[in-house]
């Protein structure tokens, strides 16, 4: 450093010395003596280089220079702290390690396939709010996760109003936590990394989060672990009030469910984006004591779907006679978080019952006169026989589902069939097109790198089986990640189920309502009500011109909770329509209810004997 700096002196007064005295030599108004002309040249080199310029006994000289060193050296390390610091503040800036000082924000840790879709939704319910924001924190370059995020936040539209802060650090280590303010987030969100050990890190960082927040001022946390085993521990290290879900039992329930309905992925994927109609719990004053057939019938703009307790138990698809109690809330499917309109429209002309309706109700009708006037040995057997017929109408016969691919989540997937009363067929080897079978395609194997390359390559062979035979099977694949979904080759016929999407939707989803989250573990439950694709003939006759309303009434009728419908010349399903305005409903036309699923109860035992193997 210090010979550079000689140099630069050598080289400067090089350049100095004889230009100032070109400049004196050539100036008519220079003095005449040499000693004078002389002093003139030094003068005009102090004032460029900064040396004073002092003229007389050499000390004088001296003392100048080192004052004007002194100044020099003052200014050019001022400037160089000012620069440094500038230098390290857009350098921290850069790495995401500024300290976020937002409230009210939506808090997201970790870093998953789930990212972008979680964050993207995020973005879209904070959308209506005024100086929110979106945190992220992770253990990226700061400008990575930017990179990948800014066409999310193109897509959503958001960027003019939400805030999108990205963050680098490790989100269990305290004092990452710390520059993200969880402690004024409105919601924190934990994601479980790609990595083999995600679930321990899940739990790591809610202990983290515990000790920067304390249990004093308890924050919204809904966590996610990837496997079933973990969720217990997952929740004694989040504490009272957050929500641990299971990654790897919502995909297996997902799947059993869009087996057994085809056509549901796309529905689910519906209802919990923010995109439209979403669910939203409201305290309407001036409600209480109306039943819930009143509530759903008098309802315009939105569709009831349920209640929710003041202990924050749901009651989703309720009996018709259930009456709103004071504190209670009521669960609607609507547009925005804007509280519904009840009023008490005139009655809707219901339409007259099918004729197979009309038999079913004669022969019942008769049955019951028969069933009074038998012989005492005759009821015990009729009893009998009833009991038999109910189950063999409530229990069809077993369906064949031929499961290509393995993985974890595979024995709960086979179960979960079982339990509806579809037998599960691993096959090792691609099986022929068959209308009569359905096709899973599981991803994996477990601990491969990208478990969605067996699921393509799958599906590719299937449909390459399929224009060579001109047969098709139902067909349901699983994905991990949303951005693979373009590249599968799937047909109508096939339902694209990823599972890492839908899991962002529905942590979504909960870290804006936390009440919502009993509700939606009911939805995803092997029993009782869930989602369910119905064809509309069930409650009207074919050809009926009727506004949605009355359908909504007729499937009241029947014990369930409709949500919206599918017409039948499309695959998008329209949640929460209009209920005014008629539609000729048809055949083809299908209608989307809450109802129970009509699963096996836990009390009634496993759906296949103990230590049986999973396949044949």
């Known amino acids: 450093m210090t010979t550079v700096a000689g140099w630069l002196a050598l080289v400067c007064l090089a350049v100095v010395a004889p ?65 440094t610091a500038m230098t390290d503040r857009l350098t921290e800036l850069q790495r995401g390690q500024s300290t976020v000082v937002e409230r009210g924000h939506s808090l997201v840790l970790g870093w998953s396939e789930q990212t972008p879709t979680l964050v993207a939704e995020l973005l879209a319910a904070h959308a209506h709010r005024r100086n929110s924001a979106v945190v992220v924190l992770a253990d990226r370059d700061k400008l990575d996760m930017e990179r990948e995020l800014r066409a999310v936040l193109t897509a959503v539209g958001g960027g003019r109003r939400v805030r999108l802060l990205c963050r680098r650090g490790r989100p269990a280590d305290p004092a990452a936590l710390a520059r ?49 085993q973990h969720v217990a521990t997952a929740r004694l290290a989040a504490g009272p009030g957050a929500v641990v879900l299971d990654v790897d039992g919502l995909a297996a329930r997902t799947l059993v469910q869009c087996v057994i309905e085809p056509g549901l992925s796309r529905v689910l ?63 609607v499917l609507a547009e925005d978080e804007t509280p519904p309109t009840w009023t008490t429209p005139p009655a809707t002309p219901f339409p007259p019952p099918s004729a ?55 024995p709960e997937i086979v179960d979960g069939l079982a339990r509806n009363g579809w037998e599960a067929v691993r096959e090792k080897t691609l099986p022929a097109p068959d209308p009569a079978h359905h096709v899973l395609v599981l991803g994996g194997p477990d601990g491969h790198p990208d478990p969605d390359e067996h699921t393509l390559v799958t599906l590719l062979r299937l449909r390459a089986a399929e224009r060579e035979s001109g047969r098709r ?47 939606f573990d009911e939805l995803f439950s092997p029993a009782g009500n869930a989602v369910r694709l119905r064809p509309a003939t069930d409650y009207v006759p074919a050809g009926t011109e009727a506004p949605f309303a009355t359908l909504v009434e007729a499937a009241g009728r029947q014990g369930a909770t409709a949500l919206g419908y599918r017409p039948g010349d499309s695959r998008i399903p329209l949640l929460n329509p209009p209920k005014t305005g008629t539609r000729r409903w048809s055949y083809e036309d299908t209608l989307i209810v809450v109802t129970t699923s009509g ?5 009634d035992g496993p759906a296949r004997p103990a230590g049986t193997t999973v396949f044949p």
């Open 19 to 83: 230009a100032s005295a070109l400049l004196v030599w050539t100036d008519s108004r220079s003095p005449d003596t040499v000693q004078g002309k002389v002093e003139t040249v030094w003068r005009t080199v102090g004032q460029t280089l900064r040396l004073g310029g002092e003229v007389g006994p050499p000390l004088r000289i001296v003392l100048s220079v080192l004052l004007a060193l002194v100044s020099l050296l003052y200014v050019s390390t001022l400037v160089g702290l000012v620069t």
């Open 180 to 228: 993200v303010s969880p402690a004024a987030a409105g919601a924190v969100v934990v994601l479980p990394p790609d990595t083999p050990e995600a679930d321990t890190q899940v739990v790591k960082t809610l202990l983290a989060l515990r000790a920067v927040v304390g249990d004093a001022r308890p924050v919204r946390v809904v966590a996610a672990v990837r496997q079933t």
């Open 269 to 331: 994927e519906d209802l919990l984006d923010f995109a439209g109609a979403e669910l939203h719990v409201h305290r309407v004053p001036g409600l209480g004591g109306r039943t819930f057939e009143d509530l759903r019938a008098d309802c315009v703009d939105a569709c009831v779907v349920g209640l929710v307790r003041p202990d924050g138990s749901p009651l989703l698809n309720p009996p018709p006679q259930t009456v709103l109690g004071p504190g209670d809330a009521v669960v």
């Open 356 to 410: 197979a309706a009309d038999a079913v109700a004669a022969t019942d009708a008769t049955a019951a006169p028969a069933a009074k006037t038998a012989t005492p040995a005759t009821p015990a057997k009729t009893a009998k026989t009833a009991k038999a017929t109910t189950a063999a109408d409530t229990r069809p016969a077993p369906r064949r589902v031929l499961v290509l691919g393995w993985n974890r989540r595979g």
């Open 473 to 519: 099977s139902p067909t349901v694949a699983e994905l991990t990640d949303a951005q693979h979904r373009p590249l599968a080759p799937a047909g109508p016929h096939t339902d694209l189920v990823v599972g890492g999407r839908l899991v962002g939707l529905l942590m979504a989803q909960i870290s804006q309502t936390m009440e919502l989250a009993a509700a």
């Open 599 to 603: 699963t096996l109860r836990p009390q």
